[in-house]
């Protein structure tokens, strides 16, 4: 299959952690982004991994890659209002092209 | 820099009707690409560039055509709409730095709506 797959919807309240995760498909993949996107606006790059990594921290993200069963996660701590988007993972099959293969996107809801 | 602007922001066309949508970067970036996103769907590459004289399909091309003349513009042609085709577009550009692709960026996207 070619999809990347991910959950449509997450609630979560303000304060909690939030985890949002990816299927993707090709063992091949070299890097995996996650994106965010806010109402009515473009695509924004929250973080990437390298396909040879498990995990990435920044401030208060944290990806997680398992390559064996080609599952990424995406770990929000302390969420906020202000988090409340649309995430995207998308990976990058092959090399030096620049091509990106997108998930549906999971819409984050943050409850005060 | 502007960064990677979009025209129009909004369209309605009728079926038949062809148009060009813009993308420009100021960037000097050698990708662009251009995407669609549908409700559940996320966002599906229609046709992309890795330099100024190449592109390439990707997902979704059938009813779209592009060109890349210049590094800068990279504009998509809707030749006969359909009302398939209704859809927020969006253009991205990015540097090509060997075996990463850098970060993409985003333009605003132009809503399209076809009756």
């Known amino acids: 299959g070619e999809d990347v797959e991910q959950s449509l919807f997450l609630s979560v309240r303000e304060g909690d952690s939030s985890v949002i995760n990816c299927t993707y498909t090709?063992?091949?993949?070299?890097?995996l982004y996650w994106y965010k996107q806010e109402p009515g606006a473009g695509l924004q790059l929250l973080t990437y991994i390298f396909s040879n990594m498990d995990m990435k921290q920044d401030q208060r993200l944290t990806v997680l890659l398992n390559k064996k069963d080609k599952h990424l996660s995406l770990r929000i701590a302390d969420t906020q209002t202000g988090d409340s988007a649309i995430y995207f993972c998308a990976e990058q099959r092959s090399s030096n092209t620049g091509k990106l293969i997108f998930g549906q996107g999971t819409t984050l809801q943050v409850k005060p | 820099n502007a960064g990677v602007t979009q025209t129009p922001k909004f369209q309605v066309l009728k079926t038949g009707q062809s148009m060009t949508l813009q993308c420009a970067q100021d960037?000097?970036?050698?990708?662009m690409s251009w995407y669609r996103q549908d409700p559940g769907m996320g966002l599906r590459l229609i046709h992309y560039s890795v330099g100024a004289g190449i592109t390439d399909q990707g997902e979704v091309p059938n009813g779209y055509n592009v060109s890349r003349s210049t590094t800068e513009d990279f504009p998509l042609r809707l030749l006969s709409a359909a009302p398939s085709q209704t859809s927020v577009y969006f253009c991205a550009s990015s540097r090509l730095t060997g075996i990463r692709s850098d970060e993409q960026y985003f333009g605003p996207g132009t809503r399209l709506t076809v009756t």
């Open positions: 960037m000097n970036h050698e990708y």
């Open positions: 090709d063992s091949s993949s070299t890097y």
